[in-house]
């Protein structure tokens, strides 16, 4: 069974950095994943933030364009989320998400396996 755990979660300052890592078990499962990060803060629904395909394709959310910075290591079964700029709104808990599908998605619906959830939150 495929798992996803998330980590780097902490307070912060708005203006500092994170940087959330989501390690995956299954090295074959992960180098054919599509992997997301979403977000879901109190009260709100679970928000896309961002994905990068199996290819390397990336796409953002407009909230977060030029502020953060997603990657993947295949060797490492590990994908990263890299949050400069933080700002109180960026407060949620982030989520990983692997999607086996050939194109990649920015609705959570379309992912089928997620992380336990790590929580971020930016003092203002």
């Known amino acids: 069974q495929v798992q996803l755990v998330e980590s780097g979660g902490r307070l912060v300052q708005a203006g500092g950095s994170l940087r959330l890592s989501c390690a995956a078990s299954g090295r074959t499962f992960f180098s054919n994943a599509n992997m997301g990060w979403f977000r879901q803060a109190p009260g709100k629904e679970r928000e896309f933030v961002a994905v990068?395909?199996?290819?390397?394709?990336?796409r953002y959310a407009d909230p977060v364009k030029g502020r953060f910075t997603i990657s993947r290591d295949n060797a490492k079964n590990t994908v990263y989320l890299q949050m400069n700029s933080l700002k109180p709104e960026d407060t949620a808990v982030y989520y990983c998400?692997?999607?086996?599908?050939?194109?990649?998605?920015?609705?959570?619906?379309?992912?089928?396996?997620w992380g336990q959830g790590t929580q971020v939150t930016v003092s203002s």
């Open positions: 990068i395909s199996k290819a390397g394709n990336i």
């Open positions: 998400a692997a999607d086996g599908g050939i194109f990649f998605h920015i609705t959570a619906s379309e992912y089928e396996t």
